[in-house]
């Protein structure tokens, strides 16, 4: 099983970014999907989550009204698309998948992690 994350880069201030996860060796449409990111010398912290069925989700406080979590089961994928991004945005960026939405917004207990994507925004 693998999660693959993609879609970082360097942006401008303001600027946009649409993360990818995507699954092989799972079917990620049954499984809640979060994004989590990591900056330099800070722990951890979530960004957004989607249950199986889409029907729910979640965001973090410093990142709503600017990001939205999308999925499309048909291509095993999730999406973080990210507007009007800060500085402050910049981390790596991961995602994370779990059969139950807690997980995915704790961070705990997370059956399978992505690999990181590193997001750098510049002022």
């Known amino acids: 099983v693998q999660l693959q994350a993609s879609g970082g880069g360097l942006v401008q201030a303001g600027g946009s970014l649409r993360l990818s996860c995507a699954a092989s060796?799972?079917?990620?449409?049954?499984?809640?999907v979060g994004w989590f990111r990591q900056a330099p010398g800070k722990k951890r912290e979530f960004v957004a989550a989607?249950?199986?069925?889409?029907?729910?989700?979640g965001n973090a406080d410093s990142v709503k009204g600017r990001f939205t979590i999308s999925r499309d089961n048909a291509k095993n994928t999730v999406y973080l698309q990210m507007n009007s991004l800060k500085p402050e945005d910049t981390a790596v960026y991961y995602c994370?998948?779990?059969?139950?939405?807690?997980?995915?917004?704790?961070?705990?207990?997370?059956?399978?992690w992505g690999q990181g994507t590193l997001v750098t925004v510049s002022s």
């Open positions: 994370a998948a779990d059969l139950n939405y807690r997980p995915v917004v704790s961070g705990q207990g997370v059956d399978y």
């Open positions: 060796g799972v079917t990620l449409s049954r499984y809640s």
């Open positions: 989607i249950s199986w069925s889409g029907s729910s989700t």
